[in-house]
């Protein structure tokens, strides 16, 4: 028999009552994480195993360490799909950021009808890609489209010195940065929106009563109060560009013509090496890039979402 010391602390078990709770609370979590677990975390380790291995899919897996690796800094189709991504993201991170926020500003003013343009500036964003790149490669052809006619009214130029749009390596890049910026920044209008209407009305007036016009409120109230929005959004278009694929499949039919090194990201690469040239180790250790530059930018801007946070 053991005796009780007094002063010394009793162990305890969990109640009925808590254990029930607890398993509550877990099963409100579970679907979430299993499926995180199954279709994220599960494909991300074999992901990192295939990236040193070699293997088609039908024959045998052959352990080649490093070797995907440094086949990936010799291939030049890599680095240019690489670089192609660089220039995605910084033709398009810039521009939206700036679009978002001037269309926020400006209909966050008091105007008739704001709703509705509200509306008509998200609705690019919720519309079926597939269709909205079938309008957009119709209204930019290059032969037929009414951008280039209007443009030969306007210029008199010949159709074959107006620009080509998506069909030339020198206007393909500026093609999908337009959509894309287009396409996305009513989603981040809103953000804006969310961010402005949080400004305290009473730093505006007094920045009126010390004479403040709207530039210099702009600058020096505006801006600051919606740095940890921007950053936010700064941050979510970096990753999201770094991820793209949708929008150059559907405006550039996967790749697959004469503009295949204009319109290569890295994510259309990754899939191009993994289930046509049936190489999942190589495509696999393309991969593990990709995951390296999201992450960085992901710590980053839990770094910056803790800073602003303080």
């Known amino acids: 028999m053991t005796a009780n010391i007094p002063g010394a602390p009793q ?22 994480f299993i499926g995180f677990a199954v279709f994220t975390l599960v494909p991300l380790g074999f992901s990192l195993v295939l990236s040193l291995l070699e293997w088609d899919g039908a024959n045998p897996m052959n352990f080649i360490g ?48 704001r709703n509705f343009f509200r509306t008509v500036a998200f609705f690019p964003y919720v519309a079926s890609l597939v269709a909205v790149a079938a309008v957009w490669n119709f209204i930019f052809s290059p032969s037929k489209g009414p951008v280039n006619n209007i443009l030969h009214a306007l210029t008199g130029l010949d159709f074959k010195a107006l620009p080509k749009w998506g069909a030339s390596k020198d206007w393909a890049m500026f093609t ?28 505006y007036e007094a920045a009126e009563l010390d004479g403040a016009n709207g530039w210099q409120k702009f600058r020096n109230v505006t801006v600051p109060q919606l740095v940890p929005t921007t950053f936010f959004v700064l941050m979510m278009l970096i990753i999201s560009s770094f991820k793209v694929y949708d929008i150059f499949i559907n405006l550039f039919a996967g790749g697959d013509n004469q503009l295949t090194d204009y ?48």
């Open 11 to 32: 162990k305890r078990g969990l109640s009925k009552k808590t254990i029930k709770e607890n398993l509550i609370a877990y099963s409100f979590i579970a679907p979430n």
């Open 66 to 113: 490093f070797g995907n690796f440094e086949h990936m800094f010799k291939d030049r189709q890599f680095w240019r799909a690489l670089l192609n991504t660089f220039v995605y993201t910084a033709g398009v991170v810039p521009a939206t950021l700036v679009s978002a926020l001037a269309l926020a500003i400006l209909l966050n003013q008091k105007v008739r009808g």
């Open 176 to 203: 999908v940065i337009f959509f894309s910026v287009w396409k996305n920044m009513g989603y981040y209008m809103v953000i804006y929106l969310a961010g402005l209407q949080g400004v305290n009305p009473e730093l």
């Open 263 to 310: 319109t290569r990201v890295l994510v259309y690469q990754i899939y191009n090496t993994a289930f046509r040239s049936l190489s999942y180790g190589y495509a696999s250790a393309m991969a593990m890039v990709l995951f390296l530059i999201v992450l960085g930018i992901t710590l980053i801007q839990f770094r910056g979402e803790k800073k602003f946070g303080e």
